[in-house]
Nanobody
């Protein structure tokens, strides 16, 4: 059973940085497509970063140039390095996985691509 557990959220000031982690277990993580979602109060959930099994990445325009998605396959961990944080980045952040049985190719920013997600970690950016 796929399990995803996020950590690393917190409160920072504008311009600060945070690094989110997502520990994956219960399946073959290193061949899967993964992504990071966020959802702010009163707003729709959006996929902001995605990666596939060979390191292709995609970013939403709102975070491009500031956020970096990465994976440490031996540790079954997905990361999201967030720099130059803004108040509008305040949201609950979720890790998501497709749950592919083989190698997954093609990073996707489409929410419906993913079948599994974690419980989320809160990020709050103050001005």
């Amino acid at each position: 059973q796929v399990q995803l557990v996020e950590s690393g959220g917190g409160s920072v000031q504008t311009g600060g940085s945070l690094r989110l982690s997502c520990a994956a277990s219960g399946y073959t993580y290193n061949t899967d497509c993964m992504g990071w979602f966020r959802q702010a109060p009163g707003k729709e959930r959006e996929v902001i970063a995605a990666t596939d099994s060979v390191g292709v990445t995609k970013y939403a325009d709102s975070v491009k140039g500031r956020f970096t998605i990465g994976r440490d396959n031996p540790k079954n961990t997905l990361y999201l390095q967030m720099n130059s944080l803004k108040p509008e980045d305040t949201a609950m952040y979720y890790c998501a996985a497709l749950g592919s049985r083989g190698h997954c190719y093609g990073a996707s920013l489409t929410g419906g691509t993913y079948n599994y997600w974690g419980q989320g970690t809160q990020v709050t950016v103050s001005s």
